[in-house]
């Protein structure tokens, strides 16, 4: 097993804990040199929060237990490619790196509908040099889609 399926797999174990407690199934890991920094679960439904993705609550405590603005040094890891406002965080946030489990095209009807959005168009229409990686623990991560109990929501 490698550092991205490691890592990837405490997201896992993120999306599932936020599963159990009525959350939409989305975890998120943030890390430096192999070393978590902040991991998170989705928060939407118990905070009445429609900005409590686990990508952003991700990148705040990174943020903040770092006490700097930027993560450049930090690997992204995510069950799910991120919608456009948490793609948009890490941007803001100078990440380079991101991993993803679980991609809007291959979840079909389960995904949200954003047209033709990616992470790569969303890099391109920016101007962001950012390295991705794909299908990291994939099979894992769409199952949490195909049996989430929670209707996804933007």
């Given at each position: 097993m490698d550092d991205h399926e490691t890592l990837m797999d405490i997201a896992l174990a993120e999306a599932r804990a936020g599963r159990e407690l009525g959350e939409q199934p989305f975890g998120a890991v943030i890390a430096s040199q192999g070393r978590v920094i902040a991991q998170a679960r989705s928060l939407k439904v118990s905070s009445s929060d429609s900005t409590a993705h686990s990508e952003l609550l991700a990148i705040r405590a990174a943020t903040t237990g770092?006490?700097?603005?930027?993560?450049?040094?930090?690997?992204?890891?995510?069950?799910?490619?991120?919608?456009?406002?948490?793609?948009?965080?890490?941007f803001n946030a100078g990440l380079k790196h991101l991993i993803l489990g679980a991609r809007l095209r291959d979840?079909?009807?389960?995904?949200?509908?954003?047209?033709?959005?990616?992470?790569?168009?969303?890099?391109?229409?920016?101007?962001?040099?950012?390295?991705?990686?794909?299908?990291?623990?994939?099979?894992?991560?769409?199952?949490?889609?195909?049996?989430?109990?929670?209707?996804f929501s933007r």
């Open positions: 770092l006490g700097r603005r930027t993560l450049d040094d930090c690997i992204f890891y995510g069950t799910c490619e991120p919608c456009p406002m948490c793609l948009g965080a890490m979840l079909g009807d389960i995904a949200f509908a954003f047209n033709d959005y990616s992470v790569e168009r969303f890099a391109e229409l920016v101007g962001w040099d950012l390295t991705l990686v794909e299908g990291v623990r994939q099979q894992e991560c769409e199952a949490l889609y195909a049996d989430a109990a929670v209707k």
